[in-house]
């Protein structure tokens, strides 16, 4: 079975770029959740949503950031403009539920320059 | 109050040593506890859900603690292949769920 796919892998891009993450996850799983990592602060939540619509936003460190899922087999998260702050690992997850284990992909490194 | 917590370490063992880590919550309403792995510059995958009675699975068991509000992960007989970093995860219900900030383990030969 196929897990979550990420697209890029890798990305390094200039600062004022606008960057696009894109995301599949599994087929039938409810919950896609957006993920930052950093060596300084860990791993972050920075959206997630149900059924294809955004429940908790909290995360989205500033609206340089946006998320949409337009369908229940696509999300992407979107950085306009990029800034070199932003350099970090970017995962994505679905699950069954919340309450369910959530199953991530390869991630996505970013590296603003 | 962080919401989970985890000794960072590193936890550095040899090879056949057995190692225990913690992961303390504060909500005790929480509802499901898991534990996941991961290796370095990789994702993080589920290692084992924690279950009320405790499981096990093979060198690795999982126990759940509500008196004091811990999960524990106990791991015998380490293998150099155990080296990354173990991350628990609490969900409280409704849309409420954290990651710890994981557990660097090294096994040393």
């Known amino acids: 079975d196929a897990g979550v796919i990420q697209s890029p892998r890798h990305e390094v891009t200039e600062m004022g770029q606008e960057v696009t993450l894109r995301c599949k996850p599994i087929?039938?799983?409810?919950?896609l959740f957006w993920y930052r990592q950093t060596m300084m602060r860990g791993l972050e939540l920075l959206i997630y949503?149900?059924?294809?619509?955004?429940?908790?936003d909290s995360g989205m460190p500033e609206d340089r950031f946006s998320a949409k899922m337009p369908n229940a087999s696509f999300s992407n998260l979107k950085i306009q403009p990029s800034e070199p702050r932003d350099s970090a690992v970017y995962f994505c997850?679905?699950?069954?539920?919340?309450?369910?284990?959530?199953?991530f992909g390869d991630g996505t490194r970013l590296s603003i320059l | 109050r962080k919401e989970v917590e985890q000794d960072p370490g590193p936890f550095n063992v040899p090879e056949g040593a057995t190692v225990a880590f913690n992961c303390t919550y504060s909500n005790s309403a929480s509802q499901s506890f898991f534990w996941y792995r991961q290796d370095c510059r990789k994702e993080p995958k589920l290692l084992m859900s924690?279950?009320?009675s405790g499981n096990e699975d093979g060198r690795f068991t999982a126990q759940l603690n509500r008196a004091s509000q811990y999960i524990s992960l106990l791991i015998r007989d380490s293998k150099l292949s155990d080296s990354a970093t173990y991350l628990c995860v609490v969900n409280i219900g409704g849309n409420q769920f954290y990651f710890g900030t994981g557990t660097s383990l090294t096994v040393i030969p």
């Open positions: 949503f149900n059924n294809n619509v955004p429940i908790d």
């Open positions: 924690v279950y009320s």
């Open positions: 087929s039938g799983h409810d919950y």
């Open positions: 997850a679905s699950s069954l539920g919340l309450n369910q284990p959530q199953h």
